[in-house]
Nanobody
Framework: QVQLVESGGGLVQPGGSLRLSCAASGFTVGTYNMRWYRQAPGKERDLVAGISSFDGIRNYADSVKGRFTISRDNAKNTVYLQMNSLKPEDTAVYYC????????????WGQGTQVSVSS
């Protein structure tokens, strides 16, 4: 049974930091492209950050580049999103996603965790 369980969300002040965790079970995160998405009320779900299963290359949305860092710990089968210098516009539900195209297509989502940035 495949599961992605997220944690670490909460309320922080602007300029603060937060670390999100995505604990995977039923599959190995190192063999999947892992991504973080976020969705604010009334807005589309947007890609925030991703890390490749092939070479570990990271990519980020322009809005978070330089502030957020995606990483994974294969021993713990967990993906992280370190968020620094948080802004109110970062407020959203953050979702962990696992994707693989070959040898067959897989796409899994976590339940989401709320991140609120306000003073």
């Amino acid at each position: 049974q495949v599961q992605l369980v997220e944690s670490g969300g909460g309320l922080v002040q602007p300029g603060g930091s937060l670390r999100l965790s995505c604990a995977a079970s039923g599959f190995t995160v190192g063999t999947y492209n892992m991504r973080w998405y976020r969705q604010a009320p009334g807005k589309e779900r947007d890609l925030v950050a991703g890390i490749s299963s092939f070479d570990g290359i990271r990519n980020y949305a322009d809005s978070v580049k330089g502030r957020f860092t995606i990483s994974r710990d294969n021993a713990k089968n967990t993906v992280y999103l370190q968020m620094n210098s948080l802004k109110p516009e970062d407020t959203a539900v953050y979702y962990c996603n696992a994707n693989r195209v070959l040898p067959v297509w897989y796409n899994y989502w976590g339940q989401g965790t709320q991140v609120s940035v306000s003073s």
